[in-house]
């Protein structure tokens, strides 16, 4: 990787750790309503991964957790944060909130609550580009817990059966809301259980963005080549609560101190000024460039918008005006 | 006009739509090499392929998931739940992608699939075979729901569903898969709104959908011989959105109102009728709205018991005469 392309992935991961922190105030402030997932600590895993796909063609898809994913597959800041504030300049335009972003235009195609529900979403998605010959894939991105659903088995069966251009991506970060992945899960390495489809997989440190990359190159290229659905399982950790209202009692100070000091944005940057890449100063200035923008842009923005307007409540339910409603001879 | 059986009707909508769009394609469990259970199918895995008439595992809502997925880029699959008990299984992906995801993407998204599924009670399949689950889908804001109960309304709902950009659950009884009737030769689309009146009459209306409209044409032609009494025999195939105009107008014309529904009473077909009736015209009645149902309970095994569940003709009749006291 490029040194310069290093300093902008540091400058993205640390613009997505003030976005969600600003968030966080947000939703203290109540500017934010509603279930509020940040991803502070997991950034390397989305920045990554993302990083070694096409931009301009690929497909992502994803749980609840999906500011940051969202952000980085093209979707105006300003205006994920307009859909936290409810506002019709949103992504989805006021009607999805945190949980359901989406942007359809960039191939961003949402945030999804229920746990699992994107697995076979993203199959499908794998299946309309095989079906049209496309050479873009579908990219997928679930927590660990995730992989105790149905659709889990489901779609990785019908995935290699199919030989579908997926990528599963498992943001591991060891825990599903308070339960912790071993007093929930038979077997605690991900990667280990897609060998039962013959997936080919990986694990991965998920703190380290150039490591995350590689393994990601390499899973993109096999997908891409038309091998089949791959599964990469990246080891995380949130530093927040799986939501706003979790006191986060469950986890052992001790755990956290050790995964704070695997910091994605730290490692990067101290990388960085060890290599005498970035100097210190240079790194203060893009946070407080950053936080100026969020604050004087992302905010304001949101803060400006309009609200839906009440009247238009029923629009989106159904298509509008769809002749093949009324039917007839043709 | 051809008489054919319905699952000829609903064989030759699949193939006029696989062969009209390249990005047609009907999944389902044994769909494929089989030709469907009812034989819904039977053939089109030969001539359009394994990729476009696909076999799938026995995962409900891993298949309906994926066909889901496949629609946001512009597939427009023909998801055939082997049974409509099956389809509770499905219901994560129906009730939570399909039927809302336009809403929450702001309208940047839909989900333009067909979910097929043959259900009601068909004879001594036993109380894990014999669900009639209209009254869960109507239930879902965000779909539309469809039943046929002939092979023309089988034939161009069909059609419909398939060009139509919502999600559509379409309804078929497993009983009426081998039942005659005419189908237009030249291309047909059903509408997938209204209602239609299949016998008019001055008296009472009969409402009733899918196979519950042949047990009100009986009713009707037992209620003229016996009685002198003309119903007006109305049905509904589409059940969501339902057809508040076509509704009000009969109980303009007649005045009384008996429903009919192959399903439990509890949060169904009868029960909504009859709010849309207070809602538009109750001051056109003369009587109290009845409605004739199934008992409120699993269906069982057994086959006078399994009758003893399930309203007929002759509860139609019944119902009738008790509104007119004859
Ligand atoms: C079907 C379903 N069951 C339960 C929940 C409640 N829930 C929300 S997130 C979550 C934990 C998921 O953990 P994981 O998949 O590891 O993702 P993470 O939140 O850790 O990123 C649970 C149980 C849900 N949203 N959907
Ligand atoms: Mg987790």
Redesign the interface.
């Given at each position: 990787m490029k040194v310069a392309d290093k300093k902008r992935l540091l400058r993205e991961m640390l613009f997505a750790r003030r976005f969600e922190e600003r968030c966080y105030e947000s939703y203290v402030e109540r500017n934010i309503g509603g279930f509020l997932h940040l991803y502070s600590g997991e950034e390397a895993c989305a920045h990554g991964v993302l990083e070694a796909a096409d931009f301009d063609n690929d497909y992502v898809i994803t749980s609840y957790r999906d500011h940051i994913h969202a952000i980085k597959w093209g979707a105006d800041p300003r205006k994920v944060m307009a859909e936290l504030y409810a506002k019709e300049t949103g992504v989805s335009k006021g009607r999805g909130g945190s949980m359901h972003l989406f942007d359809v235009n960039n191939r961003f195609m949402g945030g999804y609550a229920l746990v699992g529900g994107p697995f076979p979403l993203a199959a499908g998605i794998a299946k309309a580009i095989q079906m049209k010959r496309g050479k873009e894939i579908s990219i997928c991105f679930l927590g660990d817990a995730a992989n105790n659903q149905g659709t889990f088995h489901e779609s990785l069966n019908m995935a290699k059966l199919w030989n579908l251009p997926v990528l599963y991506v498992c943001e591991n970060n060891l825990y599903g809301i308070g339960t912790r992945i071993d007093r929930s899960t038979a077997v605690v390495d991900q990667y280990k259980r897609v060998s039962a489809y013959n997936i080919p997989s990986a694990q991965e440190d998920g703190q380290d963005v150039e490591k995350v990359y590689k393994a990601a190159t390499k899973a993109i290229k096999h997908v891409r080549s038309g091998k089949g659905p791959y599964f990469l399982e990246l080891m995380t950790y949130r530093y927040r609560g799986h939501s706003m209202s979790d006191s986060n009692a469950y986890r052992a100070r001790a755990e956290e101190r050790m995964w704070s000091k695997r910091d994605p944005i730290i490692m990067l940057r101290d990388r960085l000024i060890e290599n005498g890449q970035l100097t210190k100063k240079e790194y203060t200035e893009m946070d407080t460039e950053i936080l100026d923008q969020i604050e004087n842009e992302v905010i304001a923005y949101a803060n400006e918008s309009p609200e839906p307007h009440v009247s238009e409540v029923g629009r989106y339910v159904l298509a509008e005006n769809d002749p093949w409603v009324r039917g007839g001879v043709q | 006009m051809a008489e054919i059986m319905f699952w000829e009707a609903v064989r030759r909508a699949h193939d006029e739509e696989l062969a009209n769009d390249?990005?047609v394609?009907v999944m389902g469990e044994d769909v494929g090499v089989v030709g469907g259970t009812y034989k819904a199918t039977l053939g089109l895995y030969d001539k359009y392929g394994e990729?476009r008439v696909?076999d799938?595992?026995i995962?409900e809502?891993?298949?309906?998931?994926?066909?889901?997925?496949?629609?946001?880029?512009?597939?427009r699959p023909i998801i055939e739940i082997m049974s409509v008990n099956f389809a509770w299984l499905a219901m994560?992906?129906i009730f939570?992608?399909a039927a809302k995801?336009?809403?929450?993407?702001?309208?940047?998204?839909?989900a333009p699939v067909v979910i097929r599924s043959p259900g009601g009670t068909a004879h001594q399949l036993g109380s894990q075979h014999s669900a009639r689950m209209e009254k869960v889908f109507m239930g879902i804001?965000?779909l539309?729901v469809a039943t046929p109960s002939n092979p023309r309304q089988a034939y161009?709902l069909l059609k419909?569903a398939v060009?139509?950009?919502?999600p559509v659950i379409i309804y078929e009884h497993e009983l009426m898969y081998n039942m005659k009737g005419e189908v237009?030769e030249?291309?047909?689309?059903?509408?997938?709104?209204g209602s239609e009146i299949v016998r008019p009459g001055r008296d009472v209306t009969l409402f009733g959908y899918n196979i519950s409209v042949h047990w009100c044409l009986q009713a009707a032609d037992l209620l003229s011989s016996h009685h002198g009494i003309e119903a007006e025999v109305i049905d509904l195939y589409a059940l969501s959105p339902l057809d508040r105009a076509g509704i009000r107008d009969s109980v303009t014309r007649t005045h009384r109102v008996v429903i009919v529904e192959e399903a439990e009473p509890m949060v169904g077909v009868g029960a909504e009728v009859m709010a849309i009736i207070n809602e538009e015209c109750f001051f056109e009645l003369d009587a109290a709205p009845v409605r004739v149902s199934a008992l409120n309970m699993p269906i069982p095994y057994n086959h006078s018991l399994e009758k003893a569940v399930l309203p007929d003709a002759n509860d139609v009749v019944e119902a009738v005469r008790g509104m007119f006291g004859v």
């Open positions: - | 390249p990005m394609l990729d696909i799938t595992p995962s809502n891993g298949f309906t998931g994926l066909g889901i997925g496949a629609s946001f880029v512009g597939v994560d992906q939570n992608t995801v336009r809403y929450m993407s702001g309208g940047q998204l839909e804001a965000g539309r161009g419909s060009r139509c950009n919502d237009p030249q291309e047909y689309f059903h509408p997938l709104e």
